[in-house]
């Protein structure tokens, strides 16, 4: 199963811009590179997905690097509520997946 | 409120004991899955039935039986656990199985054995 790379954890200041990396070097062509985050007793929320084109909807933007091996989560003004656990994991059409051990995003008033 | 309720929210049980948890989603979707989520592991893909068919399981031991009656609905049948299957069991669903569609997740039910 394709694997996913993320730091341990990141820390941002309110109302500024986050950039959450990750690096899937050994990612297929069938790989859809998607995003999830968790909050504390709570189950994981989807944020976004992708395949190859940048991607973009209400909560975040994706930006796909051209050889697809690496990815970043970009929440454009970030509030108290965004912080939590980041996943970015590879599913593919079969179902095969790796959940790593995610982000831990602390956001500063 | 993600449109996925899992009942009970919590449960205790002991070793002989038989339960079910169960999943239920209003969204319309055609596929569901059941993760299990221990502390400070990966979550896990146990199960997943795309149109009521089965079509994973990621090698899961026998004393965790899904059940998937119709689309909506989602059953994991427990017996004979072990403490080790103590963790956080997740439900989710998606308009299809597969890459190309984003998952919704219910709240998860605790389970602990013991």
């Known amino acids: 199963d394709a694997k996913t790379t993320q730091p341990n954890s990141m820390e941002s200041n309110e109302e500024e811009p986050v950039h959450l990396p990750c690096n899937h070097s050994?990612?297929?062509?069938?790989?859809?590179i998607h995003w999830y985050r968790q909050l504390p007793s709570q189950g994981p929320e989807y944020v976004i997905h992708?395949?190859?084109s940048n991607v973009n909807n209400r909560m975040a933007s994706l930006a796909i690097a051209e050889d697809r091996k690496s990815s970043t989560l970009i929440l454009h003004r970030a509030t108290l509520r965004d912080a939590a656990v980041y996943y970015c994991?590879?599913?593919?059409?079969?179902?095969?997946?790796?959940f790593g051990s995610g982000t831990k995003l602390n956001v500063k008033p | 409120e993600t449109g996925v309720t899992q009942t009970p929210r919590h449960l205790v049980m002991g070793m002989t004991n038989k339960k079910s948890l169960k999943c239920e989603q209003h969204?319309?979707?055609?596929?569901m899955y059941w993760y299990k989520q221990s502390a400070k592991k990966p979550l896990e893909l146990m199960f997943v039935?795309?149109?009521?068919?089965?079509?994973e399981n990621n090698s899961v031991p026998s004393r965790f039986s899904p059940e998937c009656p119709n689309s909506s609905h989602l059953f994991l049948h427990l017996h004979t656990l072990q403490p080790e299957d103590s963790a956080l069991y997740l439900c989710?669903?998606?308009?299809?199985?597969?890459?190309?569609?984003?998952?919704?997740f219910g709240p998860g039910t605790r389970l602990t054995v013991t």
């Open positions: 989710a669903s998606s308009p299809q199985a597969g890459g190309s569609y984003e998952q919704y």
């Open positions: 039935y795309n149109f009521k068919e089965q079509t």
């Open positions: 969204l319309g979707h055609n596929a």
């Open positions: 994991i590879l599913l593919d059409n079969f179902n095969k997946f790796y």
């Open positions: 050994t990612i297929s062509g069938t790989d859809y």
């Open positions: 992708g395949l190859t």
